[in-house]
């Protein structure tokens, strides 16, 4: 049986958090349990650690209305009441609704080919893993054998490239699988010119693991990270997500990384090329991308790029002694910022993509290394099980993102005066949100024991990034909130204007329902970083602040994304940070712009 767990660390040396790990949430499989039917939604499995563990028994009788029937505002309510009832005791324990975040296609694969490479897939995943993760793989096989971006797109070579390799890495022959997966998913890879036609992402992994050529892939140089800061592209002026992409991609393409040579790999190269492997125009198929999978033609300005690199500065840094010179600082200095990210993100890092990139990296550096181990520690935050088997979340979840409106959700109800039977044994429901928003650690409190409350100085995000966080091309971020929970670090625009309207809703509310207020001063650090995302423009960034040149989106090296190289203004980011600056000047209307700019 698949259990969640919540806010629990374990007993891995190897893992640690800034607040007991509140929001975590980690499925673990229990063999001594009944398995799971087949078919098992997912509201019923996150009720299974939620509902039943807290004996929740639905005592408000179900509200109907007849065909023609007038809705009258006491049947609303009851059902407005008997819904809200339902919603709190699907809460966890330390105050977030468990949900999944996941639905892209190219996420799983690269996990289970990076722990391939290390050796540590049976560790990681057992059988009871393998065998979910191809149910989701064959769950959303599209009728044609390929696989999309995400769960409803069309079929394209970088997902379906990758789906046949983690079918074919957990076990399955080169005609196996549910419904002849892999055959129809090979016939389809080979219908579409082979995987000489992959993206420049899927070029790289395959690279990585030895399908593929380095020689045949755009460069992606590490010297990048040591370039003059007076240059138009220089890494601050990358958006976050793009840079932290290819940080750990420029140190494997450095480093010219490949994985063991293994018969499975040898038979992956003859199944998934139209002609013998080593008769593969390698420089040709630098420029090759499917047509199913551009959504940004790289224009021509980018390809005469690629092949200046590729035909006169590559040749120079891996030769003596530039190799020595310039090549080996660079992926000293790459190395050296990965693992501040890793550190500063408690081996999280922004998102999955740079999560499994950052975890094969700090391996290729030292295979038996503590930032290696880390990593592994924190594989099961990524990992989700549904209906439709494992799959792995985007950022590890959205719960403070969730919770947030869970709680306006709730507030707007107007009935967190009602005692109902909210009182469970974690106390009120409004008190319990305060445990993920404010990521407090749980305290005695006079309505119940073991009510998380708010503790004093204990921030959302308590610090900004660690050192001279700026020389490693960090935004503040004391006083914010995250997407998922406080560990992961990233400060987020909405999420911190979304989760500060929240709070400043609770504060408006009696203690006795809410318990502690938030201090005020907590109020202007979150003002503080809203403001310092906000572009001359008035619009706001997700990440870091917006202000780089447009046109270096046409050194967009992805093919499937576009407008990811800079950081770009939001309008739902803007709007959220809207409500929450209108409702803290009504609050705070002495508390200028001048006052918030604070350390």
């Keep these: 049986m698949w259990r969640l767990k919540i806010a629990e660390g374990g007993k891995d040396p190897y893992i640690f958090s800034t607040n007991n790990f509140v929001g975590r949430q ?136 990758l789906s046949y390799i983690c079918m074919r890495i957990l076990g399955e022959g080169p005609d196996g699988g549910q419904d002849n997966a892999c055959a129809r998913a090979r016939k389809w890879i080979l219908d579409h010119g082979g995987v000489t036609h992959i993206p420049s992402w899927g070029k790289t992994w395959l690279s990585i693991l030895g399908v593929f050529e380095w020689i045949g892939t755009n460069p992606m140089p590490p010297e990048f990270w040591i370039l003059p800061s007076f240059l138009p592209c220089i890494q601050p002026k990358c958006g976050a997500y793009c840079r932290l992409v290819y940080l750990p991609m420029s140190y494997l393409y450095g480093k010219r990384f490949v994985g063991p040579i293994t018969p499975l790999i040898l038979q992956l190269r003859e199944e998934l090329y139209t002609q013998p492997y080593n008769q593969v125009n390698w420089k040709k198929a630098r420029h090759l991308c499917a047509k199913e999978d551009i959504y940004y033609p790289h224009p021509l300005i980018q390809d005469l790029l690629w092949d200046s690199l590729y035909i006169f500065t590559e040749p120079l840094l891996t030769r003596w002694p530039f190799n020595k010179l310039v090549r080996e600082k660079a992926l000293q200095v790459t190395m050296k910022h990965i693992h501040y990210e890793d550190e500063n993100s408690r081996y999280i890092t922004i998102g999955c993509v740079e999560k499994v ?172 970083v809203i403001l310092s995302l906000q572009s001359k423009n008035g619009g706001l960034a997700a990440w870091e602040p917006a202000g780089a040149q447009e046109w270096l989106e046409l050194l967009n090296p992805t093919e499937f994304f576009a407008d990811i190289v800079v950081e770009h203004e939001y309008l739902e980011c803007t709007a959220s940070a809207i409500q929450a600056l209108v409702l803290f000047q009504k609050l705070y209307p002495g508390h200028g712009r001048k006052r918030l700019k604070l350390p």
Excluded at 383 to 408: L, P, Y
Aim: aromatic share 10%; net charge neutral; charged share 25%.
């Design 357 to 528: 990139l950052c975890m094969l990296a700090c391996w290729v550096e030292d295979p038996n290394g503590d930032y290696f181990k880390k990593h592994i520690a924190r594989i099961p935050d990524f990992i989700w099980v549904a209906e439709d088997g494992i799959k792995m979340q985007v950022r590890f979840g959205s719960q403070m993102w969730d919770t947030v409106f869970a709680i306006q959700a709730l507030l707007a109800s107007n009935l967190t005066d009602l005692k109902l039977d909210l009182h469970l044994r974690e106390g009120t429901t409004t008190s319990r949100n305060l445990s993920l928003i404010l990521n407090s650690e749980s305290i005695s409190s006079p309505q119940s024991s073991n009510l998380p409350f708010l503790r004093k100085k204990n921030y959302p995000v308590k610090d900004n990034p660690s050192g001279d966080f700026k020389s490693m091309y960090r935004h503040i971020s004391k006083g914010s909130w995250t997407l998922s929970d406080r560990d992961h670090g990233w400060q987020v625009s909405d999420c911190t204007a979304e989760a500060l309207k929240c709070c400043m809703l609770l504060s408006m509310k009696p203690p006795e329902i809410v318990g502690e207020k938030m201090e005020p001063e907590r109020f202007y650090h979150s003002v503080n």
């Design 26 to 161: 980690i499925w673990d499989l229990t063999p001594k349990l009944v398995p799971q039917k087949r078919g098992l939604r997912l509201t019923r499995l996150v009720k299974i650690s939620t509902r039943t563990e807290k004996n929740f028994k639905q005592t408000i009788p179900p509200v109907k209305v007849e065909d023609g029937e007038e809705i009258t505002y006491e049947k609303a309510t009851a059902a407005l009441r008997r819904a809200v009832h339902f919603f709190s005791a699907l809460q966890a324990s330390d105050g977030h609704w468990p949900a999944e975040n996941a639905g892209v296609l190219f996420f799983l694969p690269p996990l289970v080919m990076c722990l391939y490479i290390t050796g540590h897939l049976n560790t990681v995943f057992h059988a009871e893993h393998r065998k979910e993760i191809l149910r989701y793989i064959y769950y959303h096989q599209n009728e044609d054998g390929g696989w999309g971006l995400h769960i409803e797109g069309h079929s394209i070579m970088f997902c379906t490239a």
